[in-house]
């Protein structure tokens, strides 16, 4: 996860205020259904984790980028991190009631992506939920914003970018998530229908 050594520090100051939005209903998302046992996948600072905390809310992360989980020990409400592969967890098998993860598909091979969907289900309890936030491009997102997607991951280049293609290609989460044992809770969109939030549950 070399790609984030120079950016760890100032992911959150660039991204924060943009995603605020979907922080907050994820967290209002989490008190609703009380989970008591939660999972951030690919962690990455642990913005999430942090702002769950600020309302006595814990929860565990995993992330491959020590860059990222230097950022995420630090604070007043330092996150609970391992650095762990996200497609090969450490945790037991039905760990969790709530495994989430946002914005780290995409940028990941197909293979990978897969294998962390997988994992995620692996360690949810059964009747538990799994929430994905990242990307939808369809013929209801706003042109502009699609275009500053494509901006975005075009900037972050190489393997990254990629990745995203790949990830556009062949479909985004739909095509991703096919053949899971995974029923839809909840959908919520951003940005002028260029992000997606789901809220799935494994089968009991």
């Known amino acids: 996860m070399q790609e984030y050594h120079y950016t760890a520090r100032i992911y959150d100051p660039l991204l924060s ?11 209002s998302l989490i008190k609703r259904y009380k989970y008591r046992s939660i999972l951030d996948v690919c962690c990455g600072t642990g913005e999430q984790l942090k702002l769950l905390k600020e309302q006595g809310i814990e929860g565990v992360g995993v992330d491959l980028s020590e860059a990222m989980l230097k950022v995420a020990g630090r604070g007043k409400h330092k996150a609970d991190c391992l ?40 360690v949810t309890a059964k009747g538990g939920d799994i929430l994905i ?36 290609d062949a479909g985004g989460l739909p095509a991703l998530l096919k053949g899971t044992s995974l029923t839809e809770v909840k959908r919520y969109y951003f940005a002028r229908h260029s992000i997606v939030l789901l809220l799935l549950r494994k089968e009991a």
């Open 83 to 122: 650095n762990q592969d996200a497609s090969q967890m450490e945790y037991g098998k039905e760990t969790f009631d709530l495994a989430m993860t946002t914005f780290a598909l995409h940028e990941k091979s197909p293979e990978t992506a897969r294998a962390i969907v997988e994992e995620m289900l692996r």
């Open 17 to 27: 205020s943009a995603v605020r939005p979907i922080r907050n209903r994820i967290v």
């Open 133 to 168: 936030v990242d990307y939808e491009l369809s013929e209801k997102t706003s042109p502009l914003y699609k275009m500053l997607v494509y901006i975005i991951e075009r900037i972050a280049g190489g393997e990254h970018y990629r990745n995203f293609r790949s990830y556009i």
